[in-house]
DNA sequence: TTAAAAACCGATTGACGGTCGGTTTTTAAG
DNA sequence: CTTAAAAACCGACCGTCAATCGGTTTTTAA
C-alpha cells in the first residue's frame, strides 16, 4: 500500500479523530499547510477508494472514517514488508524486532512475553484439531 | 526508504549473492525479464547512490554488494513505518507482533523469548549505569 | 423552485523508477 | 604510445501516481 505525504497524514487524523467530514478534515489542515477543500476532498476520495476509509453521508456530507486501526494497519504493512522481500516472515520478524528491541521498556517485554504465551496456547491448540 | 520493483529484486540477488558486477547482474536479469544492461547498471546505481550498495572498482568494474543486511534492513523499514505514523514504537510493534504472532512456530516463539530475556538483562545493566 | 453546499471530473504539475542510446572514461593489449 | 574494447556516465524520455485546484454536476434544504 503506497501512501503520500498528504495520505498519511489525513489518515492520522483520522485514527485520532475518528469521524469527520471533508470541511473538518480541511479545516485542520488549511491552518497546518494551506492547500483547498478540493485537495482534501480528493486525498479523501483517494484513500476511501484504496479501502482505507469507510464513508457515509449523513444529511450533507460524507462523514469519513478509518476502515481498519492504526495498529492493524501497521501490522499488515510489516507483513508486507516481510513479504515484499521474499524473507522468512517469522525469521525477518524476530530479526526486526532485534533491532528495534532496545525500544523495548519492561512493561512492554511482559507484554510480549504474555503474547507469546498466548500464541503457544493456540499453536498447540491448533495441533490437537 | 521508498524502492522501486526492480531495485527491490536487485537488492535481493545481491543479499544471495554477496558480490558481483553489472554484466553478471545484467546476465540474471535479462533471462527472466529482459532490458537492457544500461537498466542493471542505472538500478546499480541508484542503489549505490541510496546508500544499499558498496561497491569498488577491481580491475575493469565495480564489484558491488550489499551495504546493510537483509534482517538489519527490514528492521529498519520497520522502525521508520512505525515514526512515520508518528505511532509508540514500543506499543506499535506489540500490535504488529499480535496481527502477525499466528505466522511463529513453537521454536521461533522461544527464540523471541530469549531475546526478550537478553534485552531485559540489557535495561537492567543500561539502568545501573 | 432555487441557491448553496458538496461531490465529482478533468487537467496539470512534480517526483521518481525504469529504460536505453550515445558519449566519455578507463583499462589493458599490442 | 596507440588503440580497441569494456565499462561508466549522462541525458532524454516514458509511465505511474500523489498533489493540486478550477469548474461542472449533483444533492440538499430552505
Redesign the interface.
Given at each position: 500500500m503506497q501512501l503520500g505525504e498528504l495520505e498519511?497524514q489525513v489518515l492520522?487524523y483520522l485514527w485520532e479523530t475518528e469521524v469527520a467530514d471533508a470541511k473538518q478534515v480541511y479545516a485542520y489542515f488549511e491552518k497546518r499547510r494551506g492547500g483547498s477543500l478540493s485537495t482534501i476532498q480528493s486525498t479523501l476520495d483517494r484513500l476511501f477508494k484504496k479501502g482505507l476509509l469507510k464513508r457515509d453521508k449523513q444529511g450533507h456530507a460524507f462523514q469519513y472514517q478509518a476502515a481498519i486501526e492504526?495498529?492493524?494497519f501497521?501490522?499488515?504493512?510489516?507483513?508486507g514488508?516481510?513479504s515484499?522481500?521474499?524473507?522468512d516472515?517469522?525469521?525477518?520478524?524476530?530479526?526486526?524486532?532485534?533491532?528495534?528491541?532496545?525500544?523495548?521498556?519492561?512493561d512492554?517485554?511482559e507484554?510480549?512475553?504474555q503474547?507469546?504465551e498466548?500464541?503457544?496456547d493456540?499453536?498447540k491448540s491448533d495441533g490437537s484439531v
Amino acid at each position: 500500500m503506497q501512501l503520500g505525504e498528504l495520505e498519511k497524514q489525513v489518515l492520522q487524523y483520522l485514527w485520532e479523530t475518528e469521524v469527520a467530514d471533508a470541511k473538518q478534515v480541511y479545516a485542520y489542515f488549511e491552518k497546518r499547510r494551506g492547500g483547498s477543500l478540493s485537495t482534501i476532498q480528493s486525498t479523501l476520495d483517494r484513500l476511501f477508494k484504496k479501502g482505507l476509509l469507510k464513508r457515509d453521508k449523513q444529511g450533507h456530507a460524507f462523514q469519513y472514517q478509518a476502515a481498519i486501526e492504526r495498529d492493524t494497519f501497521i501490522g499488515q504493512l510489516i507483513k508486507g514488508l516481510t513479504s515484499e522481500f521474499n524473507a522468512d516472515k517469522g525469521n525477518s520478524l524476530l530479526a526486526a524486532f532485534t533491532s528495534v528491541s532496545p525500544e523495548f521498556n519492561e512493561d512492554q517485554l511482559e507484554r510480549l512475553e504474555q503474547i507469546i504465551e498466548d500464541q503457544r496456547d493456540k499453536n498447540k491448540s491448533d495441533g490437537s484439531v
